[in-house]
């Protein structure tokens, strides 16, 4: 087996490095392609995703078809929170309606893990849904697709 190509930034992480990771993964996680976000996880990567426990990229791919395949029209927006050495945390707060049209707004924080070479080992994700009016939408933007500059980030929104 060959060694992965570097992904950087590699840590240990600036605040620069940091910030560049979380809006990378918000980014791609907006594009909802399910293999091009397991490109940036390890082989082995092990996850905890509310009560899901996907290990490697194949398992971390058929999580995220499931779920998106349900959170339709899925809006991402992240921040970093800490860092330190290999580790980042972020939180986060992505915007989705069910297949009956129920809007929701889910609020949650991930603990990042990377390997030397910048991809993410581990990932622990503590998630909580809020039901919420189609009006009370504050993710709009086209989609699917990465969250436009100007766009207000979560501390911008009062979220």
């Known amino acids: 087996m060959t060694t992965p190509a570097p992904r950087p930034p590699v840590p240990p992480f600036t605040r620069e490095d940091a910030v560049a990771k979380v809006r990378a993964a918000e980014d791609a996680w907006n594009h909802r392609d399910p293999e091009r976000v397991s490109l940036a996880y390890t082989a082995d990567s092990r996850w905890r995703n509310r009560s899901e426990f996907p290990v490697g990229r194949d398992e971390i791919v058929a999580f995220l078809r499931r779920k998106w395949s349900t959170e339709l029209d899925y809006r991402l927006i992240k921040e970093l929170w800490a860092f330190d050495g290999d580790r980042i945390a972020v939180r986060f707060a992505y915007e989705w309606h069910d297949a009956d049209g129920r809007w929701f707004r889910s609020y949650g924080n991930e603990n990042w893990r990377f390997d030397a070479l910048g ?8 998630i909580n849904d809020l039901p919420i009016e189609e009006s009370q939408r504050l993710f709009r933007w086209d989609a699917p697709g990465p969250r436009p500059a100007d766009h207000p980030g979560l501390s911008d929104l009062g979220l």
């Open 119 to 126: 991809y993410m080992s581990h990932r622990y994700a503590s």
